[in-house]
């Protein structure tokens, strides 16, 4: 990633943590254009991907994901990189049902994962995002991500 990517993706999670869409949407397109590396596209695309699900447009949340390739070379995004898969429905929503909380890896994806069931599924969703914030990582973008929903969509 550069710093240049690295300003828009975290410009991008600040807007979505707000719940304001369109420009964390805007801001992590300029984070996917920042760079061709398969770890900047599976981040920005993880992002992207659910910002279009939680406003409804599954058209264009499904075009999001057509840079994701079942063989990507990602170093330090798996997490990303595995829920990408799950979203283009590469591999079963099952194969990430295991993560666990308390490292930010495992909370990203358990984030992930209760997004999609947010989509499908809200009790789930809400279920896996009440673990998520009482689990010790509190500075993981997932813990805050689902704090910030459980404070916004189940109140």
């Known amino acids: 990633s550069t710093l ?3 300003i828009y993706y975290h410009l991008g999670l600040a807007y979505y943590l707000k719940h304001d869409y369109q ?49 990507m070379d990602v170093i ?27 490292s930010p890896s495992n909370d990203a994806v358990s984030y992930g994962v209760a997004n999609w069931y947010f989509y499908n599924d809200k009790e789930k969703a809400k279920k896996i995002m009440q673990d998520l914030v009482e689990s010790t990582a509190w500075s993981s973008f997932g813990y805050i991500a689902a704090e910030s929903d459980l404070l916004h969509y189940f109140q």
């Open 4 to 6: 240049h990517g690295n």
């Open 23 to 71: 420009k964390a949407y805007d801001a992590y397109l300029k984070c996917r254009a920042s760079g061709k590396l398969p770890d900047n596209i599976v981040s920005s695309t993880h992002w992207l991907y659910m910002i279009q699900r939680r406003i409804g447009n599954v058209k264009l949340a499904k075009e999001m994901l057509e840079p994701i390739q079942s063989n």
């Open 76 to 102: 330090e995004n798996q997490s990303y990189y595995d829920l990408c898969k799950v979203y283009k429905e590469i591999s079963p929503i099952d194969s990430l049902l295991q993560a666990g909380t308390g």
